[in-house]
């Protein structure tokens, strides 16, 4: 079955560590996506990428890094630099230009980050 | 300005009832406008999406309404069931980009 796997499902890390979120697709998608989930805030854009090798900053990029070395994975790293980053971690992507009918995200099923 | 403001923040509704939930943008560069559906511990899902071109667009209990001259779009689901609950997000996209912009989010709980 095609889709976005996040892994892992929950993670913890002590504070001022640098971890590692993973994102991997199997559609074939070209643009990759990077949104955090807090309550009430909804999805706020961290980092997109709309082919290999180059991706933009997004609303809330301070603290987060990005690559995109392969189409199907974009991973992302939360820095020690991030001053708040419990959060829930969604990635998305998406093969349909912006210009057309049904344009839409297929989403992961995300990845809880807590920070003790 | 990039911002799309959703409420109510939450919503309780009667199973059978009407769920109506809001959106308000000021952007006239939008040009496409998603609601997504996220049950707890997953990731979102597109429900239904409108044009800024159409003002009603339906898919059977969901339906999209929007208003192009008071830059607002709303989601009502008919007939609301329990199996409904969960968190509603819209979103809109800015002409010419390949991303999206999302609401606050709107959690409903339809009570059986």
């Known amino acids: 079955d095609g889709g976005i796997t996040q892994s892992p499902k929950y993670l913890f890390r002590k504070e001022g560590q640098n971890v590692t979120l993973s994102c991997e697709q199997n559609?074939?998608?070209?643009?990759m996506y990077w949104y955090r989930q807090d309550p009430g805030q909804g999805l706020r854009l961290i980092y997109y990428?709309?082919?290999?090798?180059?991706?933009q900053k997004g609303d809330i990029a301070e603290g987060y890094s990005v690559s995109r070395e392969k189409k199907e994975s974009f991973p992302l790293t939360v820095t020690s630099a991030q001053k708040n980053p419990t959060a829930f971690y969604l990635c998305?992507?998406?093969?349909?230009?912006?210009?057309?009918?049904?344009?839409?995200?297929?989403f992961g099923s995300g990845t809880r980050l807590t920070v003790v | 300005q990039q911002q799309v403001k959703q409420s109510p923040q939450s919503l309780i509704v009667q199973k059978g009832g009407i769920s109506i939930i809001n959106c308000a943008y000021e952007n006239t560069a939008f040009d496409y406008f998603p609601w997504y559906q996220q049950f707890p511990g997953k990731g979102p899902a597109l429900l239904i999406a409108?044009?800024?071109?159409?003002s009603e667009k339906k898919e059977g209990r969901f339906t999209i309404s929007f208003n192009k001259s008071a830059k607002q779009f709303s989601l009502h689901i008919m007939d609301s069931q329990p199996g409904d609950s969960a968190t509603y997000f819209c979103a809109a996209r800015p002409g010419g980009y390949n991303k999206l912009i999302f609401g606050a989010g709107t959690r409903l709980a339809v009570h059986p």
């Open positions: 559609l074939n998608h070209d643009a």
């Open positions: 990428s709309q082919i290999v090798n180059d991706f």
């Open positions: 998305a992507s998406t093969s349909t230009p912006p210009g057309q009918e049904n344009y839409g995200y297929t």
């Open positions: 409108i044009r800024p071109d159409v």
